[in-house]
């Protein structure tokens, strides 16, 4: 943990001082867990995290510089978007464990494309299902079908976060091979989510038809 500039207190978040009030620059240089003065890591309190966005956004509101000149307002708004960013990615299971894979020197999406071997026969089966479905023309799979798939996906969701979850506990070394299998894991997590939202839009449309 760090200490303030201005008065040497230590720092709950490298964004403002609670002892002086002093904002602090250089947000953009700054990790998500650095912002809420945490280590990183796969497991997040939540209620925890809520805690500290209440508790640091007070401190760099930006009406509480508005007599402070334009700089400092513009700093607290910054420093308080910089904040909403960090609790976004740390509340969301997909995109911290996305961060944490890129941060720890692991692939990309645009480096490594694969998903994982088993879960691809599975794959072929929904797209068919999702075919029938988009292709229809008056019938179709039936609506029981449809929500089978869909608490299928769900399921699978589930079951593959907690695999990525157990592969970031603890974390990997950096550069670790194991990041590879994360990263086709995080695959299998954008085809799932992609895969929702079109069957809910099917749904939709199954809806309105009827």
């Known amino acids: 943990m760090s200490n303030c500039p201005a008065c040497h207190a230590e720092l709950e978040t490298p964004l403002a001082c609670g002892a002086c009030s002093a904002l602090i620059d ?46 400092a307002r513009e700093l607290a708004e910054d420093n308080t978007a910089a904040l909403n960013e960090a609790h976004e990615l740390l509340s969301d299971d ?9 941060a720890l020197g692991g692939p990309g999406e645009s480096d490594e494309r694969q998903m994982p071997q088993a879960f691809l026969m599975e794959v072929l089966e ?63 997590i954008r085809y799932l989510d992609r895969a929702r939202r079109e069957l809910e839009s099917l749904r939709l449309d199954d809806a309105t038809a009827r």
Request: proline share 4%.
């Open 94 to 102: 997909f995109r911290r464990a996305d961060w944490l894979v890129r």
């Open 126 to 188: 929904w797209n068919e299902t999702l075919d029938d479905a988009r292709n229809a023309a008056g019938g179709g799979p039936e609506r029981t079908e449809l929500e089978g798939l869909g608490q299928t996906l769900d399921t699978e969701r589930a079951a593959t976060m907690e695999r990525i979850g157990a592969g970031l506990t603890p974390l990997p070394d950096d550069g670790s091979t194991a990041l590879t299998a994360l990263r086709r894991e995080l695959n299998a």
């Open 26 to 71: 250089g947000a953009g240089s700054l990790d998500p867990f650095a912002i809420f003065g945490l280590v990183r890591g796969w497991t997040i309190d939540q209620q925890d995290l809520s805690q500290r966005l209440r508790r640091f956004g007070r401190l760099m509101h930006p009406d509480y510089y508005a007599a402070a000149g334009d700089a």
